[in-house]
Each structure stands twice: as C-alpha cells, then as structure tokens.
C-alpha cells in the first residue's frame, strides 16, 4: 500500500458458488482477522449465503497494524481502501461496480473507520453495517474517554454539527449493557436527518464479538 506505507495483509473471502460470468457485491471488513476467529465469519457467511438469507458477495477482510491510529479517521487508511484495494477488487474480480454493491463494516473503532471512509468518499459505498460504533462526541459536553478518542471525537462532532448523505442504507446494532449504547442511541437520528436509511438494533449483550456475530444475519441481509 502507497497509502499506509506499508504490506497491507487482506483475506478475501469468494462464495462456494464463485463463478466469473457473474458479477458480486462487494463488502469490505475491519477487523478482519478478529471477525474470523472470534465471530466465525466465514462459517456465518458460508451459512448465511446458503440459506439465500445474503446475496453471494465477495468480502475482503482487512487486518490493522496500527489500529487505534489508522481506525480513528486516519486518512491514509481511507484512501487505501478505496483507492488501491477497492479498485483492485474492482479490476480482478466481477463486481457489481455501484454503490449498492459495495459495502463497508466494522465493530467499535472499525465502526468509526467504516462511516470516516463513507464520509471521505461519499456515495461510493451504498451500505454500511456499523456494529457498537465508538462514537464519542463533546458537542453537548466533556470527552471521559481520553486522548486515544481525540480524533473519533473531532470526527463525529463534525459530523453530528453537518449531516451528510454518505450511503443508502445504514445497520446500526449495540449492547444494551455497553458503555457505548448512550452515543449509539444518540448517533442514530444524526444519520437519519441526512437522508440515509437506518435501522437500529439493540441487543442484551456487551462489547464482545458474540454480540458482533449474533447481528450479522439481521444486519447483512437487510443491507
């Protein structure tokens, strides 16, 4: 990756069923390597797809080196994804090369890195599954969560000061017992109000990736 400076490792992730005469949404994944060993990705994919529950899609799945930097509205992590590993799936594979084929996710700060890429490149992804987003904010009052939030935070009051239409579809889910279902909550009508199509979920679950894997079905197969 020119962008990140660095090997940038990815897992893609093709359906039983791949066949080049066809052509494939495309959903990009934080966290990657974290959502295949402790949220069985790709048995819940493997399923999911099965079942005609979600459209085959091709999924990369991405893998951080410095995640809480590149996850906080790091603009060089942005443009990797869109400008060298989005376009390379784009060329080597059958894509369905709209907005409502692609697709971007990620849990806490990967949230954060989904909406930023969205807001960076607006239009460009149609879906977005944003799973216990860290969606700090000062507008209405102090940061406690410390300087590693410092950039979340300038984000997410910048977007919640200007709305934008960044994608059609929107799946928002989180824990009831989680220290972030207040920002959540709050977040949703922020998303709302520029035009984007949102459903919200709420689970009695904490931060931890059973929760993260219990919402994929509903939130994949909605988007």
């Not at 893609?12 to 005469?21: D, E, G, I, V, W």
């Not at 529950?53 to 995640?67: C, F, G, K, N, S």
């Not at 824990?175 to 709420?202: C, D, H, K, W």
Request: glycine share 6%.
């Amino acid at each position: 990756s020119r962008h990140l400076e660095r090997n940038a490792h990815v897992t893609l992730y093709l359906p039983a069923r791949f066949r080049r005469s066809r052509r494939y949404p495309v959903l990009i994944v934080h966290d990657g390597g974290d959502y295949l060993n402790f949220a069985s990705m790709k048995t819940v994919l493997d399923n999911l797809i099965h079942r005609m529950d979600v459209a085959e899609t091709i999924v990369a799945l991405t893998h951080p080196v410095q995640r809480l930097m590149e996850y906080a509205n790091h603009e060089p992590h942005q443009r990797f994804l869109v400008e060298e590993l989005l376009r390379w799936l784009e060329r080597e594979f059958p894509t369905l090369a709209e907005p409502h084929g692609r697709g971007l996710m990620g849990a806490s700060f990967g949230a954060v890195a989904s909406l930023g890429t969205a807001v960076r490149y607006p239009e460009t992804f149609g879906r977005l599954l944003l799973q216990s987003g860290s969606f700090a904010f000062t507008d209405i009052g102090m940061n406690p969560r410390g300087p590693l939030f410092e950039r979340v935070v300038e984000f997410v009051n910048e977007f919640r000061r200007a709305p934008r239409r960044v994608a059609e579809r929107v799946f928002v889910s989180c824990g009831t017992y989680e220290s972030l279902i207040y920002e959540n909550r709050s977040f949703v009508p922020f998303l709302q109000a520029a035009g984007m199509e949102v459903r919200y979920v709420e689970a009695r679950d904490g931060h931890n990736w059973e929760n993260w894997r219990d919402r994929m079905r509903e939130g994949l197969s909605w988007l």
